[in-house]
Each structure stands twice: as structure tokens, then as C-alpha cells.
């Protein structure tokens, strides 16, 4: 009688390890961050000085100064099509506010 064959039981050592990718390198130009667009002291003073308050029914236009009751002087920067106008304000913030509504 011929003996048959048991098969061989399974290795208990870890299989062979695949090389770890490369990262690809960042660049130094990503690793700089933009500084924040903040109004000088000087715009701020002359928007304070000259600027009306703040209306949603005021049609503005880009490069207007206005002092909002709540976030300060602000400068419109852009106008969307939806009927905003976009911000910055005194303290570096960036919002969209409604404007030339009835």
C-alpha cells in the first residue's frame, strides 16, 4: 500500500514584507500659508470717519466703506450675482451680506 501524501500545514512565519511607499516631498512653497487680508488702521479710520451705516436696502458697489452694528467697518470687496455683496472686515473677516433689497 502506498502512502499518501499529508499535506504540509501552513508556515507560521509572517510573509515578506512589501516596501513602504514614498511620500512624494513637499514643496516649500506648500508649506507657506498666505497672510490673512486684514484692513489697515488707516482704512478702518476712514471708513469709521466717512462711512454710513450699514443697510440691507443700500445698493452697494465694490471699494465702498460701511460700519456694520455688529462686525465693524466693512469694505466690499465683490458683488454676487445671487444678490450679496461680499466683505472684509476690521477684524479680518471675510462675509456675504445681502444688499439692495426692498
Known amino acids: 500500500m502506498a502512502k499518501q501524501a499529508t499535506p504540509a500545514a501552513p508556515s507560521t512565519a509572517a510573509a515578506p514584507k512589501k516596501p513602504a511607499r514614498k511620500r512624494p516631498a513637499r514643496s516649500k512653497a506648500a508649506a507657506v500659508r498666505p497672510v ?3 484692513l489697515t488702521e488707516e482704512e478702518v479710520a476712514t471708513g469709521r470717519a466717512t462711512a454710513s ?3 440691507p ?3 452697494y ?3 465702498d466703506f460701511f460700519v456694520h452694528a455688529k ?3 466693512g469694505y466690499v470687496t465683490d458683488i454676487t450675482e445671487q ?3 461680499v466683505c472684509l472686515f476690521e477684524g ?3 462675509r456675504k451680506l445681502i444688499h ?3
Open 92 to 94: 479680518g473677516d471675510t
Open 57 to 59: 436696502t443700500h445698493r
Open 53 to 55: 451705516p450699514w443697510t
Open 100 to 102: 439692495a433689497q426692498p
Open 71 to 73: 462686525f465693524g467697518v
Open 36 to 38: 490673512p487680508v486684514r
Open 61 to 63: 458697489a465694490r471699494s
Open 83 to 85: 444678490g450679496y455683496i
